[in-house]
């Protein structure tokens, strides 16, 4: 495929995979791991408080299916792990981890991005 050619969106998640694999770059192998939206929108509720999936679900307006499969890949990727509930019930808390908690100064630049470029940008049309 040459540049410019259409391509179906599964030739280009393929493209991408592919490439991705073979890629050492830091940045393609993130996004691969945590790049998704609602990942990354998870892991901004879990750094502002967010512990139970009803906390999860309520923030976010998300599917249940879409959310437990993402906290379980966030689980398995120890960006989370899951603890009994600190008030003492049967309940059970997702946690950042260390690694989790090391995301707070990428989600804030992501956040000051979106600032300074995306409301700044959508502000000035209306």
């Known amino acids: 495929m040459r540049f410019g050619d259409r391509a179906t ?3 280009v998640g393929l493209v991408y995979r592919s490439q ?3 890629t050492m770059c830091p940045i393609a192998l ?3 791991e945590i790049g998704d939206r609602w990942s990354l929108l998870i892991v901004r509720d879990a750094l502002g408080g967010a512990r139970r999936f009803g906390e999860f679900r309520s923030n ?3 599917g ?3 959310l ?6 966030l689980v398995s990727l120890d960006v989370l792990r899951m603890q009994p509930a600190s008030d003492g019930s049967v309940y059970r808390e997702y946690v950042l981890t ?3 908690e090391s995301l707070r100064t990428v989600m804030f630049a992501l956040q000051r991005w979106g ?3 995306i409301l700044t940008s959508a502000a000035s049309r209306r």
Do not use: I, M, P
Request: charged share 40%; aromatic share 4%; no cysteine.
């Open 9 to 11: 969106r599964e030739e």
């Open 20 to 22: 991705t694999a073979q």
């Open 30 to 32: 993130s996004l691969d």
């Open 60 to 62: 976010l307006g998300v």
């Open 64 to 66: 249940r299916n879409v």
């Open 68 to 73: 437990s499969s993402r906290l379980s890949k």
């Open 98 to 100: 260390e690694k989790g």
């Open 115 to 117: 600032e300074d470029f």
